[in-house]
């Protein structure tokens, strides 16, 4: 069983170690704060207050011996990197931090963490992009690069087939699921030869950029239409 360590257990952290537990996996969370322990000791596998930053804390709690780990320890930014730096002591290989800044993140990646999470901006972003398009569902970014968006087929994909369309040549993305809404059933590695259906949704891959222009391309014609 994969073992989980949760540094801080505000919202995010509350939130992360719960879901994590509620997937079977084993999670020790741990924050200063006696009543956030006692609130949320039930819902994951060991509960502890005590400090974070502490490697040998950290040892006996067995955080050594995580898979992952999560620091959410609010906008203290000093108590992340020591937290950041006690993982790394245990040999803790995959670690994310939470924080509250653009300039958060770029002082605790130059400690070569697994990646840093932004929830506000994440969530502000997906969120706009929704708003924005008629014709983008979802939205996940991966990196700065990257992202695979849920969108409702164009009305010019109608009744053509993936290889007619060769969107990985023509446009630089991949659409590697479909889900018709009708019928409630999912295509995972499409079959290229089917035609696409007006009740199709699409999950595409690729470029977030390309995605983007794709996306407002498709707006433009149908706000003309």
């Not at 009543?35 to 974070?52: I, M, S, Y």
């Not at 995580?66 to 990197?81: C, F, H």
């Not at 730096?85 to 994310?96: C, D, F, N, P, R």
Request: net charge negative.
């Amino acid at each position: 069983m994969k073992r989980f360590v949760v540094i801080g257990l505000g919202r995010f952290g509350s939130w992360v170690a719960r879901t994590l537990h509620r997937e079977g996996f084993e999670v020790i969370a741990l924050d200063t704060d006696e009543e956030l322990v006692d609130r949320f000791a039930d819902q994951v596998t060991r509960c502890v207050a005590a400090d974070g930053s502490d490697p040998e804390v950290l040892r006996q709690v067995g955080a050594g011996d995580a898979d992952a780990a999560v620091i959410s320890t609010g906008e203290n930014l000093a108590a992340t990197i020591m937290a950041t730096l006690a993982l790394k002591e245990l040999g803790v290989g995959t670690i994310y931090a939470k924080v509250a800044s653009t300039r958060a993140a770029q002082a605790i990646e130059r400690f070569d963490i697994t990646g840093t999470i932004f929830p506000e901006r994440e969530a502000a972003e997906r969120m706009a992009r929704r708003l924005s398009s008629t014709t983008v569902l979802d939205y996940i970014q991966f990196g700065d690069q990257y992202s695979i968006q849920e969108m409702a087929i164009p009305d010019a994909w109608i009744g053509r087939s993936l290889r007619e369309l060769a969107l990985p040549r023509a446009r630089g993305v991949q659409i590697v699921a479909l889900y018709d809404v009708l019928t409630d059933h999912w295509q995972v590695a499409p079959d290229p030869d089917s035609p696409l259906k007006e009740s199709d949704v699409a999950i595409l891959a690729g470029d977030t950029e390309t995605l983007l222009h794709l996306t407002r391309e498709v707006d433009r014609r149908r706000a003309r239409d």
